[in-house]
C-alpha cells in the first residue's frame, strides 16, 4: 500500500516503526480562489481504504469539524471540503475520526467494522473490533452519525472473522453475513455486558462540563431525591394495574432504597439484576423509579453511564411517558436548579435512543399533572423548548448540506 507520499501509522500516537497498521499519508490541494476556493483531497480514497471505511465518512467528518460544506465525486475519485484548509490540520482531524469512528473504543486496534443496530427503533452505531471481539458504540451525538445512518456501510457484517493477517483491507464478501435480527435476550444480556465494560469511558465522555459533586450536599440532595421517587412510585400508581407494591415496603421502594445504598459500586447489569429479582423489570413504574433513584445534578453525564440499562427498560411509549415523568420530578422537585439543563438531559436520553421524537414532542407541548403540580409541569416544558426546537429542525435540513461538484 505505500506510496510515494509516505506511509504513517493510523495510530500517529504510536512511535513504533513495525506497528502493522498503516495508512497513507493524507495529501491535501488547494483549488480556485475567492469564495469558491476550495481543498481536494486527492488520496481520500486509499486513506479510507487503509481504515476500512468508505471515502465519504472522513470527508464528511471534516465538514462537520470544520463547518464546512463538503463534495463527493466517488466514480471520479474526487472529495472536497470547500474552503482553504491545510493538509496538518486536515491529519489533526483524520486522527479525531480514527479516534471515534475507527478504533475499539476497549482495545484501540483499528481492525473494527462500523454496524449499525437498532432498539426501539432507534440507531445506533457501534465498533465490531475484529481483535478483542468487543462492541463499543460512537458517540451518537456527533453529526456524522446522521450521515453514517443514511449511508450504512456495504459491508458490515455481523459475523466475526477470526484470525486477523494485520492487514486492515476491505474485503467485500458476504459470507459471515447473518441475520441475527437483534431479537434473542443473549444477544441484549450480551450486549449489556459489552456495553458495562465501557460505562466509565462512556461517562467520561459526557462529562465535559458537569463536575462530579461529592459533597455532603449533594449526598443530601440525592436522599432528597429517592424520596421524591417514593412518593412519585406512590403518585403513579393509577395505572399499572391497580397493585399495591406502592408503599417503601413495595418493590418500587425497596428497588430505590437498593440503588441508593448501592449506587456507589452497582452498574448498570447489577441494577437490572436487582429489578428483575423484584419482578417489576418490565413496568414502567420502575422507569420512574429509576431516574430518580440513579441521578442527581449530574444527570447528563450518568445518562451514558447507565445507557445499557435504560435501553433495556424503555421498552415503550409508555415507558418513554415514565422516563419523562421522572424527569420531571428529578427536575422540579429533587434539583430544581437542574430546570436550565433540561433540553441537554432530554438530549443525551434522545441520544442513547430512549426517547421518541414523537413522544417528546406530544410531551412537550401538553402540561400535566400526573408527576408533578402544574407549575412545575409548565417550567420543565418550557425549559425544555430549546431542544424541541432542535429536534423540529435537525428534521427539517435533511440532504441540504450534500453539494455534488
Ligand atoms: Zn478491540
Redesign the pocket.
Known amino acids: 500500500m505505500a506510496s510515494s507520499a509516505g506511509v504513517v501509522n493510523i495510530r500517529r500516537d504510536v512511535d513504533d516503526k513495525f506497528y502493522r497498521y498503516r495508512m497513507p499519508v493524507l495529501l491535501t490541494k488547494i483549488e480556485g480562489k475567492g469564495n469558491g476556493i476550495k481543498t481536494v483531497i486527492p488520496n481520500m480514497a486509499d486513506v479510507a481504504r487503509a481504515l476500512s471505511r468508505p471515502p465519504t465518512y472522513p470527508t464528511k467528518f471534516f465538514g462537520c469539524e470544520l463547518g464546512a460544506q463538503t463534495s463527493v465525486d466517488e466514480k471520479n475519485d474526487r472529495y472536497i471540503v470547500n474552503g482553504a484548509h491545510d493538509a496538518a490540520r486536515l491529519r489533526e482531524l483524520l486522527d479525531g475520526f480514527i479516534e471515534k469512528f475507527v478504533l ?6 483499528p ?2 467494522d462500523l454496524v449499525v443496530t437498532t432498539k426501539n427503533r432507534h440507531e445506533d452505531i457501534v ?1 465490531d ?6 462492541l ?1 458504540g460512537v458517540d451518537m451525538r456527533h453529526k456524522l452519525t446522521t450521515f453514517i445512518l443514511k449511508n450504512p456501510p456495504k459491508n458490515a457484517k455481523k459475523g466475526k472473522k477470526k484470525g486477523g493477517n494485520g492487514e486492515a483491507n476491505n474485503g467485500n464478501g458476504d459470507e459471515g453475513a447473518e441475520d441475527d435480527g437483534g431479537g434473542s435476550d443473549d444477544e441484549l444480556t450480551q450486549r449489556i455486558k459489552a456495553e458495562a465494560a465501557e460505562l466509565n469511558t462512556d461517562a467520561a465522555l459526557a462529562k465535559e462540563d458537569w463536575s462530579v459533586d461529592t459533597s455532603e450536599e449533594a449526598v443530601r440532595a440525592r436522599v432528597k431525591a429517592l424520596e421524591g421517587s417514593m412518593a412519585a412510585a406512590v403518585l403513579a400508581g393509577d395505572d399499572e394495574g391497580g397493585d399495591d407494591d406502592d408503599g417503601a415496603d413495595g418493590p418500587y421502594g425497596v428497588l430505590g432504597v437498593w440503588i441508593e445504598e448501592n449506587r456507589a459500586d452497582a452498574g448498570a447489569v447489577q441494577v437490572y439484576k436487582k429489578a428483575q429479582e423484584l419482578g417489576i423489570e418490565k413496568k414502567h413504574k420502575t422507569v420512574l423509579v429509576l431516574i430518580q433513584a440513579l441521578f442527581d445534578t449530574n444527570v447528563v453525564a450518568q445518562i451514558p453511564t447507565y445507557a445499557p440499562l435504560l435501553v433495556k427498560m424503555v421498552t415503550s411509549e409508555k415507558h418513554q411517558k415514565a422516563l419523562l415523568g421522572g424527569v420531571e420530578r428529578l427536575v422540579g422537585i429533587a434539583h430544581p436548579e437542574l430546570v436550565p439543563a433540561v433540553p441537554k438531559i432530554l438530549m443525551a436520553l434522545y441520544q442513547v435512543g430512549v426517547l421518541d421524537e414523537e413522544v417528546v414532542t406530544q410531551w412537550g407541548t401538553h402540561v400535566s399533572k400526573k408527576y408533578v403540580d402544574k407549575d412545575i409541569s409548565k417550567r420543565v416544558r418550557k425549559a425544555s423548548e430549546p431542544f424541541l426546537k432542535w429536534l423540529e429542525e435537525a428534521d427539517d435540513d435533511d440532504d441540504d448540506e450534500d453539494e455534488e461538484d
Do not use: S
Open positions: 475499539c473504543r476497549a482495545c484501540k486496534n481492525e473494527t465498533r473490533c475484529k481483535a478483542c471481539g468487543e463499543t
